[in-house]
C-alpha cells in the first residue's frame, strides 16, 4: 500500500468517501507493533533480567538469626550430622538441634578425638589412643576397645569400625562390630605390605580399602589394596580381592562414595575404583600440577592446584564421584581451610569467607562480624551454622 496516497486524503481530489480513512487505519496496525508483543518482549527482557541476577547475584551481607549463649567452641569439634550439629572433645560427644538445644550427650575419656562420619553413624576415636565410640543420631551405641594405638578409623553405616592400630614395627588393619566384639584382624609389617597411610569402608561395611607406602631401596611406591569380608571374600587369602601399585607415587587419601565407588587420591592425580564386590580401576587422572587442597563429602570431591591464569593464584576443580568434571573456577584467596557442605564451596581465613556453589559461581564474599570463623555448614538453602571462636551462629542469606 502507498502511504502518499492517503496523506492528503480529501484534499485536491474533492472526495468525502470515508474508504480512504478506514484503509489507512487498517495501515496504521499493520506496521504499529502489537500490545501483545511488546509486553511479551518486555515480561521476557524482565525475565531474563531476574535469571542473570540470580545467577551472578553475590552477597557480601547476612542476617544474624540466632546464637548460642555460652557455648565454647575452643575446646570442642564440630561437624554436620545429618540435620544437626555433631559436638565432640576430650570428655564427651554430643548432639545439637539447629536451634542450639542438646539433644543428647554421652560422656567418655580420650586425649586426642577425631571422627568419622557415614550417614546416621559416628565414630570418635582417639588419634594414639585406644577408646573409641560409636554413635547414631538418635543416641549413643556403644564403646570399642583396640589392643594399640589408633592411627586411623573409619566407620561404616551399620556401625562396624575398620582401624588402622600401630604396634612398633608392626601395624594392624582390624575391623569391628558396632558392639565392640572383633570381626578380623590382619597384621602388616613395612618390609612386607609397607606403612598404611589410610583406609576408606564402603558404606556397607564389606569392603575395605587400605592405601600403603612402600620404600625400596630409597624408591618409594604406592599399593591400594581392597579387602572384601563379604561372600566374595571368604575364599581369598587375607580376604584381598583387588591389588594396585603405583611407582614413585604417595597416596595419602582414599574416600568411598556410594558402596562401588572409591577414589584414591595421588600426590600426582587420582584413581576411581568402581565394582561392589571387586574394585576395578575405571578411570586414571592426572593433574600435571601441584595438588594444593582436597575436600569432599558423600557425592562430590574438589582438589585445589596452582592457578594456570595470570589473574588467578588458585583453580578449584569439583569432580562426582565417577570422575568427571563438573565445574572449575579460579580463585585468588588465600583461605586456611576449605570444605564442601550441601550445595557450598566454602573457604574461610580469619574472619573472611568465600563461598561458591557447585557450578563455580561465586555466592558470598564478606567479613564476618561474629569472630574467627572455624567451620560453616549448609543447614538449607539460605541457612548456615556458623562456628566461631565466639560461638554457634545460625546465619541466614538472600540468595
Not at 607415587?249 to 582414599?254: E, M, S
Request: glycine share 10%; net charge negative; hydrophobic share 35%.
Amino acid at each position: 500500500m502507498d502511504l502518499k496516497k492517503y496523506i492528503n486524503f480529501g484534499k485536491g481530489d474533492g472526495s468525502t468517501d470515508g474508504s480512504r480513512l478506514k484503509d489507512f487505519g487498517y495501515y496504521l496496525k499493520s506496521v504499529r507493533p502489537k500490545k501483545s508483543v511488546v509486553i511479551a518482549g518486555i515480561v521476557l527482557t524482565a525475565g531474563a533480567a531476574v535469571i542473570f541476577g540470580v545467577v551472578n547475584h553475590v552477597d557480601q551481607n547476612y542476617r544474624l538469626l540466632s546464637s548460642v549463649e555460652n557455648e565454647d567452641t575452643q575446646s570442642s569439634e564440630y561437624v554436620q550430622f545429618g540435620n544437626d550439629l555433631l559436638k565432640y572433645g576430650d570428655e564427651s560427644v554430643s548432639i545439637l538441634s539447629q536451634s542450639g538445644e542438646t539433644l543428647w550427650s554421652q560422656t567418655y575419656e580420650m586425649s586426642s578425638p577425631a571422627s568419622s562420619i557415614r550417614g546416621d553413624t559416628a565414630v570418635i576415636y582417639d588419634r594414639r589412643g585406644t577408646s573409641m565410640y560409636v554413635i547414631q543420631t538418635d543416641g549413643p551405641v556403644g564403646p570399642v576397645a583396640a589392643d594399640f594405638p589408633i592411627v586411623k578409623a573409619e566407620v561404616a553405616e551399620n556401625g562396624s569400625v575398620a582401624a588402622i592400630l600401630e604396634d612398633g614395627e608392626k601395624t594392624w588393619i582390624n575391623y569391628y562390630a558396632s558392639d565392640g566384639s572383633l570381626i578380623v584382624e590382619n597384621q602388616t609389617r613395612m618390609e612386607n605390605n609397607g606403612y598404611p597411610l589410610d583406609l576408606a569402608v564402603s558404606p556397607n561395611g564389606e569392603v575395605i580399602g587400605v592405601s600403603f607406602l612402600m620404600v625400596d631401596s630409597g624408591e618409594i611406591s604406592s599399593h591400594v589394596v581392597f579387602y572384601n569380608f563379604g561372600q566374595e571374600g571368604q575364599e581369598q587369602v587375607d580376604n584381598i580381592v583387588a591389588e594396585f601399585t603405583y611407582e614413585d607415587t604417595v597416596v595419602p587419601d582414599l574416600a568411598y562414595f556410594g558402596d562401588d565407588t572409591c577414589v584414591a587420591f595421588r600426590d600426582d592425580g587420582f584413581s576411581v575404583f568402581q565394582g561392589r564386590d571387586i574394585p576395578e580401576e575405571r578411570t586414571s587422572e592426572e593433574l600435571g600440577q601441584q595438588l594444593i587442597s582436597l575436600f569432599y563429602n558423600e557425592e562430590y570431591f574438589g582438589i585445589v592446584t596452582d592457578g594456570e591464569e595470570q589473574d588467578s593464584t588458585y583453580r578449584m576443580t569439583l569432580y562426582d564421584s565417577s570422575g568427571r568434571e563438573r565445574s572449575s573456577q579460579g580463585f585468588d584467596m588465600e583461605y586456611q581451610s576449605i570444605s564442601l557442605s550441601g550445595e557450598r564451596i566454602i573457604l574461610c581465613a580469619g574472619t573472611q569467607v568465600e563461598m561458591y556453589n557447585l557450578n563455580g559461581k561465586l555466592k558470598f564474599q564478606g567479613d564476618i562480624q561474629e569472630g574467627t570463623v572455624r567451620n560453616i555448614f549448609q543447614m538449607a538453602r539460605n541457612r548456615y551454622f556458623l562456628i566461631s571462636d565466639e560461638g554457634i551462629s545460625m546465619i541466614g542469606l538472600s540468595w
